[in-house]
């Protein structure tokens, strides 16, 4: 078991629309496709799980606009917790096991 949590987001309805408003092509994500799973600090409880979240959500919110669209000018300005919140369903998985026999290794160090 690794000493990390996991954390999945999922863009809802003002996601969609801000994706759907950059130009005319009709493109939008795919909400049930596949997504990125965040490892994140582990925690215990709900309460811990939340105050975790609290600390990474604004590195999620901007690396799921940059997945999307890599101009930051075109982000929303307003991007607080209540907005991600908002823009993302969230789950949160406490329990991460690692069944792979080979190192962990970390490509954006390794460059």
Partial sequence: ??????????????????AAGLDDSGFVPDVEGEKTVYLIPEFESDEEGLRVLKRVYAEIFERELDD?????????QK??????QQWFSIELHSVVEDVVDEILVDDELEQ
Avoid: C, G, Y
């Fill in 79 to 84: 991007r607080e917790f209540k907005t991600f």
């Fill in 68 to 76: 999307w669209h890599t101009d930051p000018s075109a982000w929303p």
């Fill in 1 to 18: 078991m690794l000493n990390r949590a996991a954390l999945i987001v999922r863009p809802k309805q003002p996601f969609l629309d801000w």
